[in-house]
């Protein structure tokens, strides 16, 4: 088992024994890390802190990028943005094109707002008691929200998943989302399809 392998299980074995904390699990995880290299004499001390100052600074830009997302994430949901556009497309809700009309209105919402869970957390009040009222499959519409989510992390270039991913690459965050955006369109245009046979069966 290589040393990569054991600080991996490492990471999540600290992260589910801390109660399913993320940060505390890192945090522990690299300690752990900074140890065994100093330890095993890896990396003498000046280099070891000095690859961590370097790690530090290249890690600035995506974080300050995500910091951003989240900021007009907060400024979209104190403008009521979400509510909003499902309002304004609720006319448009029958039960077979609810799953189709969801999809693609949380779809633009998660890509413009940079939001994927946050989304889901706020439209799932309102789209539930629609479709429960419209007689709609709910099932179905839950896969809409989730799936308009999927379509947001992977093709907004100031998301967290992207930023972290094309520095983690080496490639610019608009040029990874470029990358993705192909793929993505491309399944959500059979999504759609996939939503309106299954609405009208279902429905």
Known sequence: MSHWTRLILALIGFTWYL???????????LALTIVL???QRLLSVTELFDTILEGFKSMLLPLGTVVAGF????VNDELGLAPYVIGVVQPLMTPEFLPLVTFLTIALIAFASGSFWGIIVVAMPIVIPLAEAVNADLSLVIGALIS???FGSHTCFYGDSTVLSAHGSGCGAIDHALTQLPYALLAAGAASVAFVIAGYALG
């Open 19 to 29: 109660g399913a904390d993320i940060l505390k699990g890192v945090t522990v995880a």
């Open 148 to 150: 308009a989510s999927a």
């Open 71 to 74: 900021m007009l994430k907060e």
């Open 37 to 39: 290299i100093a330890v």
